[in-house]
């Protein structure tokens, strides 16, 4: 169970303030949705909460099981990334970008003689939950757009980490994969009780699949809200 | 209506640009690469005397022709000499220079560091491989070892070079993100850095190795071992032009050879180890 706290959060970008005064209390098991028009900061509000960029102002603290405090730095064994530009390694197979996912848990030994057969299949099975099972041993660099943004996502799924801040991580998928994705989320958020936030700019997908849509001001960066998505699904 | 007309014009005028923004930088350097061609040209032939073409290749073709193969075993173990010192130094630089060019790529390293492994990259470059041999048959006396320490040093210069401007190519982002889902700095370069970047070194390596087989024929003329060593004894002796000769076919053969091996080789890591991407 992780939860977050974000307090007096500001961030300055070519003197210009992205975001101020953010105060946002966030339980377990949510999915927010960050909304605002391109350039508006919402990568950089998930910078900011992976600790990847420091904030002006403010502080950021992640809770595990009600006993453990944590900050963006410290958090990251526990953090999943979706990033809009994907990183992924090009030139392995589409598989072992998944399994780098528990990167964490290997050494030299796997890059010598391979990975272990049980980490290959669980990694097969998310493809396969993506609908890519038949690009597994591909190369990612002969993948389309659109795989590899399933791929980077299925990575992450494989990290299985307690929080996931993703990036626009439907912005190249058709109806279809978006619905599969998202669904995907709404279940790690609901029965694992993990948070994931996720810039989107689709209403529908936000008013369908979040529990919160934090909406980031351009214009008057202390009038940010947060919105609370009443969820009859 | 007249104040419309005059807007609509004043819109229509386009911004310029000054003369040396208009220059195009690489058709001025291929006009000053003509000019200093013109020039040397012109000084190369007005300071010799008119060349005798026909009796000098007449003088070849009798001194040279037929090429002698009495002794075509030594010419064998003396090539086998060379291949071994041509492996054994592209190794040791192959090794060495992943190492140094992390060190010289300015993604992954600090300026300092960076500026002067670039420094002692340079130097070793700018001395030629006969150079460097003649310096390590001082230290090691006429033998092979002396030929495998100069195209050690010589190789560094190149492969670490070669590696560092790969490595720089390669997005790090890709081995930041491991990094930052709990890889160490070792293992995010394994996973994220290495397999985008090993084709390239690879080949790099590979072209090294033909490069190597090359010069390890050159450096025995200063005592360094190999195949030079036979040629230098040949080139001694009064009548030994048509061993010469034989030599030179034996080395040609080799190095054509190998060019083509080389060449299905690179093709092959091209094609399977570091395809293209869909969208290139």
């Known amino acids: 169970m992780i939860s977050v706290k974000i307090q007096n959060l500001g961030l300055v970008r070519n003197q210009k303030w992205l975001f101020r005064n953010l105060d946002l209390s966030i339980p377990s098991g949510s999915l927010v949705a960050i909304v605002g028009p391109s350039g508006v900061g919402k990568s950089s509000f998930l910078s900011c909460l992976s600790g990847l960029e420091e904030s002006t102002e403010g502080k950021i603290e992640y809770k595990i099981d009600s006993n453990s405090v944590h900050t963006p730095e410290t958090i990251r064994p526990n953090l999943g990334i979706i990033f809009q530009s994907l990183r992924l390694t090009e030139h392995v197979t589409v598989l072992e970008n998944v399994i780098y996912g528990k990167i964490a848990n290997y050494g030299i030994k796997e890059a010598i003689f391979g990975f272990p057969k049980k980490d290959e299949e669980a990694a097969f099975r998310i493809l396969k939950e993506l609908g890519i099972e038949k690009l597994a041993h591909k190369w990612t660099s002969q993948t389309s757009g659109g795989e590899k943004q399933r791929t980077a996502i299925a990575r992450t799924l494989n990290q299985n980490p307690k929080l996931i801040l993703a990036d626009e991580p439907v912005s190249n998928l058709d109806t279809y994969y978006t619905g599969r994705v998202m669904g995907l989320f709404r279940g790690l958020v609901e029965k694992k009780k993990k948070i994931i936030f996720c810039a989107l700019h689709d209403p529908q997908l936000i008013s369908k699949f979040a529990d919160y849509a934090l909406s980031l001001n351009p214009e008057n960066p202390e009038k940010w809200n947060l919105r609370e998505i009443n969820q009859n699904r | ?280």
């Not at chain 2, 005397?49 to 002698?68: C, E, I, Q, T």
């Not at chain 2, 054994?88 to 600090?110: E, H, K």
């Not at chain 2, 930041?176 to 160490?184: D, E």
Request: hydrophobic share 50%; glycine share 6%; net charge positive.
């Open chain 2, 1 to 280: 209506m007249k104040s419309r007309e005059d807007k609509s014009k004043a819109e229509l005028i386009m911004p310029t640009r000054k003369w040396h923004e208009k220059l195009n930088f690489l058709n001025v350097l291929l006009i000053i690469f003509l000019f200093l061609t013109l020039i040397s040209v012109k000084k190369i032939i007005k300071g010799n005397r008119p060349a005798d073409v026909m009796s000098g290749l007449n003088y070849f073709l009798k001194k040279f022709f037929p090429p002698d193969f009495s002794e075509f075993t030594i010419i064998l173990n003396s090539l086998a000499e060379t291949f071994q010192i041509a492996i054994v130094s592209t190794f040791f630089a192959i090794i060495l220079s992943l190492f140094i060019s992390l060190a010289a790529a300015r993604n992954i390293s600090p300026g300092w560091l960076v500026q002067g492994t670039r420094m002692l990259l340079n130097l070793t470059r700018t001395l030629p491989s006969l150079i460097w041999a003649f310096i390590f048959v001082i230290f090691f006396g006429p033998t092979p070892i002396a030929g495998v320490f100069a195209l050690t040093f010589y190789s560094l210069g190149y492969l670490g070079k070669f590696f560092s401007e790969s490595f720089e190519s390669m997005d790090i982002k890709v081995a930041l993100g491991l990094k930052l889902i709990g890889a160490s700095r070792f293992k995010a370069f394994v996973y994220g850095l290495w397999p985008n970047v090993k084709a390239q070194v690879w080949s790099q390596s590979l072209w090294m190795l033909e490069y190597n087989i090359r010069s390890a024929s050159i450096v025995g003329l200063v005592g360094a071992g190999g195949i030079g060593m036979e040629l230098n004894k040949a080139m001694e002796m009064a009548s030994g032009f048509q061993k010469v000769s034989a030599i030179l076919i034996c080395i040609l053969c080799i190095v054509i050879s190998l060019d083509l091996l080389g060449q299905a080789i690179r093709k092959w890591i091209t094609d399977k180890i570091s395809p293209k991407s869909i969208s290139d």
